[in-house]
């Protein structure tokens, strides 16, 4: 199938005010091929909405997917981030931790919700991010239970504080995680350090799985790049969407 044919989907971009941050936060919203208001949707929420699209062309995957493989049409929410205050938002030591999962659990998802027809159960709902993006989407989850069930990971960045707060956790039978990590990111340099990605997502699955979380978990050679994570997204949608 041709590429234009994927291009024929609505991309529609929102701005909510957020008590919570006391900013607006911008969204891009994915509305599928045949898109329909009386129908209802699974949804996938994802952290760096604006990379998610231009650098993970996610809205172009996911035209491939619900057009060539019979995939069940589902919209995608991008919440796009100032790069500036991204760790200080989506690591669990930054300043601004809590207040932008306040506002994604409780001002985000109440927007969506009451402006298209997305479903609301955890079980169709999904949370995706890379790197920190990974890691705060476990952590809405944490947070969030009776929102979110269900992660999608690309090389995560699950630092001592994340495992630290796992480590609390009793029984998280009730979570689905899809986790990807590049055999090229053991030594990557970030803005609070060097960490090797590899042996932090394996800590995290081992971790996770202890704790009776269902795990999907792939190591293939990659770098901590959207090239990377743009080869992988097909496999972790499907996961989620293919059933």
Not at 117 to 131: C, H, K, L, M, N
Not at 140 to 166: C, D, H, I, K, N
Request: proline share 5%; hydrophobic share 35%; aromatic share 14%.
């Amino acid at each position: 199938m041709s590429e234009p044919v994927f291009l024929k989907r609505t991309i529609v971009k929102q701005t909510l005010w957020s008590e919570h941050l006391q900013e607006e936060r911008k969204l891009r919203i994915y509305l599928p091929p045949g898109y329909n208001e009386v129908l209802s949707y699974p949804v996938i929420y994802c952290q760096d909405g604006e990379e998610f699209f231009n650098f993970g062309r996610i809205a172009t995957l996911a035209g491939q997917l619900i057009l060539e493989q019979d995939v069940e049409p589902f919209i995608i929410v991008g919440v796009e981030v100032n790069v500036a205050v991204r760790t200080e938002e989506y690591a669990p030591f930054g300043s601004r931790f809590k207040q932008y999962l306040s506002c994604f659990a409780e001002e985000i998802i109440p927007f969506i919700e009451h402006n298209y027809p997305v479903r609301r159960t955890p079980e169709e709902r999904i949370v995706a991010g890379d790197s920190l993006g990974g890691s705060v989407s476990l952590h809405l989850a944490l947070a969030y239970p009776g929102l979110f069930s269900r992660v999608l990971s690309l090389s995560g960045a699950y630092y001592p504080e994340t495992r630290r707060l796992l480590e609390q956790e009793d029984d998280l039978s009730w979570l689905q995680i899809n986790m990807v990590v590049g055999l090229q990111e053991r030594d990557y340099k970030t803005d609070t350090g060097i960490y090797d990605f590899v042996e932090m997502n394996r800590e995290t699955k081992a971790m996770l799985e202890s704790r009776g979380a269902t795990v999907s978990y792939r190591e293939k050679d990659g770098r901590h790049l959207w090239g990377f994570w743009q080869k992988e997204l097909p496999e972790s949608l499907l996961y989620f969407f293919n059933r």
